[in-house]
């Protein structure tokens, strides 16, 4: 088992015996304390379990990791695993069971299933598919379109126009997709959430579930708590009057995502009622100049202190200004080199995915669009360039998948079915098809040639592959679904032999994670909240509280010896200005 050994703090965190929410600073060992409690707490408890829940997948690999030889914790009566999969899990399957006498079958999103991409009839003329996503869905499956998240490219203004007089349809085209998904038992995240929702309304629900709760868990941690939305709220709110134990850790300033309702007020709201709310203020990762940048974006009273190996770095936090994004990678390197900081140690943060790729000069993968044969050349590309990251390649993968699927279901209906619905359906074994795909990705490739020569393999290399017991795709419908791209789509593919030379992520792809050195790019335009009309500086600068000013936060937490700021010349002197007020101690040479 790992030492690990904890500060006073963080032993009164695995100590304390009531329910409580800790306020904790970035780089607090707010997931080192938690395991703590979670390893002392199962073997304290013989029979009831308790959950220790993280909100992603690559948060609770890390919980589990850092459980090391100690599996007996992760052994049912206990769990380790997302909120969703506890949802799913405890609440929704058992009771869906009761309801409709068979298993639900869960998907992680809307996208993953055919039907919820869909048109009108008559259709919209030249518009694309209407998509689940723009709608809001109520617990009783009545859906209301917002028509702000229908992208600008969905078609031309009238095409707009008509969808927001065709409203009542479109929603009731929705609801109706929405409905026939349940009876299929074709559940995402969003969906359980509503259902979960619906049945902690009803009182014989309620009633069944707090028995089944009680009698399974003595305890409930949460890590990361500043994520949970309204319903998770509500799920911890009903575990705590069932009689189980809720322990949550936290940092309000990095809830970074309202567009799932993770809204700071509510989860403060709840923290305000809950027994203790002990604070944790050592930084365990960052330098005093990074913790003097964290304290200046926070919106509470703590002031966080350096604690760890980095206390002693003097860096300032150093601002770079750029016209162009290309700009930043050369000057951020030069600015490392003088602290002995190589590219492999620094990652270019933003909050929009295309600053960064631009930035470190990454070609665009959703140039892809829909052409089957260029998402395997990209695919193909992403594999084998070393410095994608693991979502990027997850995503090309996925694509593949899709695609060799397209040729394995053609003309039958697969549309309301999520992906692993449908390998059982044509007893695909899900794991054959990815290391199907990625042998397909790597064993082509684009490099060099023209989109005719490689939509040419593409076919043939889907002709001749081995397809073992499973069904094998026709040869007459090959030649339909893998088209050569077209040129302009084409011309991308050469670029992709250049591999970044410097990691780049979205903001949100780096939670809980750390970097020596961060390059955070503030580009030429601000985004600007069509709400209150201001951008993240003016939110900065006004004191107002608001979640792109905790992207900045969340970002700049992220590095342990170096935070460059790479500011557009726009913005440089605000910046300066606002570090300045707050004392963070930066340089701009
Ligand atoms: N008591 C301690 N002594 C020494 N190092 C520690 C201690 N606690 C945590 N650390 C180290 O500090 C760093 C930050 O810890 P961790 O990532 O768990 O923090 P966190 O609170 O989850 O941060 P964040 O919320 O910002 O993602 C890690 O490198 C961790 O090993």
Known sequence: MNEVKLTDGQQALVDATDSLFAAACPGAGKTRAMVARFLKRTAEEPRRGIALISFTNAAVDEVRHRCGSQTEALRTPHFVGTFDTFIHRFIVTPLYVKAYNRKPNYVQSWQDVTSTSFRLVPDLGRAKDLEFRWFDFEPDGRAYLDVSRVPKTFGDAAVHHQLAQRKYEAEAKASHIFGQLLKVGTITCEAARLLAAFWLNSSEERAILEGLLRARFAEVIVDEAQDCGREELDILHFLQDSGVRVVMVGDLDQSIYEFRNATPAAVQEFAARVPAQPELDDNWRSSPAICAFNSALRSGQLVETARGENSVVQTPVHLIEFSALDQIVPAALEVAERYKLAADDLVVLSHAEAHGMKAVGVAGLEAAGSNRVLAIANAGSTLRSRD??????????????????????????????????????????????????????????????????????????????????????????????????????????????NSPSIRYSTVHGVKGMEFPGVVLVLPDRLRVDPVTGRTVLDDWEGAHNTEARRVLYVAGSRAQELLVCALHRKHTSRVAALLDVKGVPYSTA
């Not at 397209?406 to 003309?411: E, I, P, S």
């Not at 098809?433 to 023209?450: C, I, N, W």
């Open 388 to 497: 994608t990251d693991p979502k990027a390649r997850r995503k090309a993968v996925e694509q593949v998948q899709r695609a060799i699927l397209a040729t394995l279901t053609v003309g039958r209906d697969t549309q309301h079915h999520s992906f692993t619905a449908v390998c059982e359906e044509i007893s695909v074994d899900p794991r054959w098809l990815e290391s199907f795909a990625v042998r397909m990705a790597l064993g082509l490739d684009a490099q060099g040639k023209t989109r005719l020569d490689f939509a040419a393999e593409v076919r043939e290399f889907l002709k001749t592959a081995g397809w073992g017991d499973g069904p094998a795709p026709a040869s007459s419908d090959l030649g339909k679904l893998f088209k050569a791209p077209p040129e302009a789509a084409w011309a991308g593919v050469s670029s992709f032999g």
